[in-house]
């Protein structure tokens, strides 16, 4: 489990393109607008319950509505029961070998965020369950960006090996474009960029920072834009920094206070409306998602 300075600095939302999720990480069917709405605002709950009869049955729905509690853990730091019942509703509901990979890959992705986070490490639960959904996933297949990316976070977070982050990184970034997977590739450049920075490489850094800035503000991805933005501000001129911090600021409030880790580091910040970042302080020694 990380210490409690590590947990803001590892810190960042989490973003995928789920199975039956459209290329631009929407939800498959209607309601997928008013879904990924509500997702991208932080209305996690909202979103799920819109899910809720459908997931009964449906095991798409079932999955996507468990992905979208483990996300509001890893903003939220909170709301883990509601998330495990999801996910074990849908490892219930999954009938094919995609479905249970997806599945598999979600049980690892809790189990990270939870050793991240929450109050145990729980490590040997995440590999155990990547490698399942290795083992499920025919080389090609579409679910196998998502899993490199949450291997590159548990190799970068929980097992100290940035080496191996950037090649299960560059995989899953590799994969996102090609598949044109934007939410994906904003959370792969932000990696990468975070893995340069800690390097030393502020021009590749800087690069990564502002392209995943940019994926974000195109997708409407609102509750991932603070922090976007507070890690570009650690590689931009003092005042540039200082606006981006300030922006970065009042999304968080205007969000309830999420991501948690990010406002809490913002308020450590002696500026001004400083804004909540996963990486500001410490963070080039990564992100949490």
């Not at 996933?137 to 097992?159: I, S, Y």
């Not at 100290?160 to 995989?171: E, H, L, N, V």
């Not at 800035?213 to 609102?222: A, D, K, P, V, W």
Request: net charge negative; glycine share 8%.
């Amino acid at each position: 489990m990380l210490d409690g300075a590590h947990k803001e600095v590892a810190l960042s939302e989490h973003g995928t393109a789920l199975e039956g999720w459209d290329r631009r990480g929407r939800a498959p069917e209607e309601p997928r607008d008013t879904v990924w709405r509500l997702r991208s605002r932080a209305c996690w709950q909202e979103a799920a319950e819109l899910l809720r009869p459908a997931a009964e049955h449906d095991p798409v729905a079932a999955l996507t509505m468990a992905e979208l509690l483990i996300e509001q853990c890893l903003f939220t730091a909170s709301h883990w029961q509601p998330a495990e019942q999801a996910l074990r509703l849908a490892e219930a509901c999954v009938s094919t070998a995609e479905q249970r990979a997806a599945a598999s890959c979600a049980r690892g992705f809790l189990a990270y965020v939870a050793s991240v986070l929450g109050p145990r490490d729980r490590l040997d639960e995440a590999q155990a369950a990547l490698g399942r959904t290795s083992a499920l996933l025919p080389p090609n297949a579409p679910g196998r960006p998502l899993l490199d990316f949450r291997r590159g976070l548990v190799a970068e977070n929980l097992q100290r090996d940035p080496t191996a982050a950037w090649i299960a990184y560059r995989r899953a970034h590799e994969g996102a474009l090609e598949s044109g997977d934007d939410l994906l590739c904003s959370y792969t450049w932000r990696h990468l960029a975070a893995l340069a920075l800690a390097a030393g490489d502020t021009v590749r850094a800087q690069e990564g920072f502002a392209s995943s800035l940019r994926l974000r503000e195109q997708l409407g991805f609102t509750v991932g834009v603070a922090p976007a933005l507070a890690a570009l501000a650690e590689v931009s001129a003092p005042a540039e920094a200082a606006r981006m911090r300030s922006e970065a600021s009042r999304l968080v409030q205007a969000l309830g206070g999420v991501p948690v880790w990010l406002a809490r580091q913002l308020s450590a910040l002696p500026v001004p409306g400083a804004p909540p970042d996963g990486r500001i302080g410490q963070e080039a020694g990564g992100a949490i998602s």
